[in-house]
């Protein structure tokens, strides 16, 4: 089953806008990551953040955790054509948050050139 | 290449048939995990290992499946008398448990196409 679901399900903006994803969940969390899935290929990381933090970035992401509702958002600014994937928010339990994933349904990102 | 290495990356069966598909994850790393996806879907989590040792299975992973890790290095994950219902990408991922990145390493995915 799913634990999260990501909203909107699908996305499509202009090269050099931001982008806006936003991921709920069901569960108490100590993890929430961030993965990217280019069409048919295997997923890669891009940002874990501990259920004690509030904000991460890295490069052009930032990502905000709001654990009393349970919710995520993932920012991507000045979006280019590579960013067009798909984007997976994932929680678990564990203490270093690679126990079992559980991912959401999903955001497909569409850049326009 | 030393990333996640999934093998066969296509596979179409007939329904009733057996398949088996191979995951050598990266070398130094003492989890693995078996995912399933389907298209338009988040991957969904089927089995992982620490080393040899299976430590936590779905209830996805019905007795027609089955998956090991013999020597804590590749896995298989073996699907007897597939249905139309087993078409998916089966996802494997692999990491260190003590990592604090948390980061899941992903393989490319093998497709099963149940005809």
């Known amino acids: 089953s799913q634990q999260g679901e990501e909203d909107p399900q699908a996305l499509s903006i202009q090269e050099g806008e931001n982008a806006t994803m936003n991921c709920s969940y069901k569960?108490?969390?100590?993890?929430l990551q961030w993965y990217r899935q280019n069409s048919g290929r295997g997923l890669v990381h891009l940002i874990l953040i501990r259920s004690n933090e509030r904000e991460k970035h890295s490069g052009r992401l930032r990502v905000t955790l709001d654990t009393s509702k349970k919710s995520s958002s993932l920012l991507i600014t000045a979006s280019r054509a590579a960013d067009t994937a798909s984007y997976f928010c994932a929680t678990d339990g564990g203490n270093f948050g690679n126990e079992k994933l559980t991912f959401g349904t999903g955001t497909r990102l569409t850049i326009i050139p | 290449d030393t990333g996640v290495s999934q093998n066969p990356r296509h596979k179409i069966t007939k329904r009733g048939q057996n398949v088996t598909f191979r995951c050598d994850p990266i070398?130094?790393?003492?989890?693995l995990y078996w995912y399933r996806q389907t298209l338009g879907q988040g991957p969904e989590f089927l089995t992982y290992?620490?080393?040899?040792?299976?430590?936590?299975k779905s209830r996805l992973l019905s007795d027609r499946f089955s998956a090991e890790r013999p020597k804590g290095s590749f896995s298989t994950l073996e699907i007897q008398r597939t249905e139309q219902g087993d078409s998916a990408m089966y996802l494997c991922?692999?990491?260190?448990?003590?990592?604090?990145?948390?980061?899941?390493?992903f393989g490319e995915g093998s497709r099963l196409t149940v005809l």
């Open positions: 290992f620490q080393n040899e040792a299976q430590l936590e």
């Open positions: 070398s130094e790393h003492n989890r």
């Open positions: 569960t108490s969390i100590n993890n």
């Open positions: 991922a692999s990491s260190l448990a003590d990592m604090n990145t948390g980061e899941l390493f």
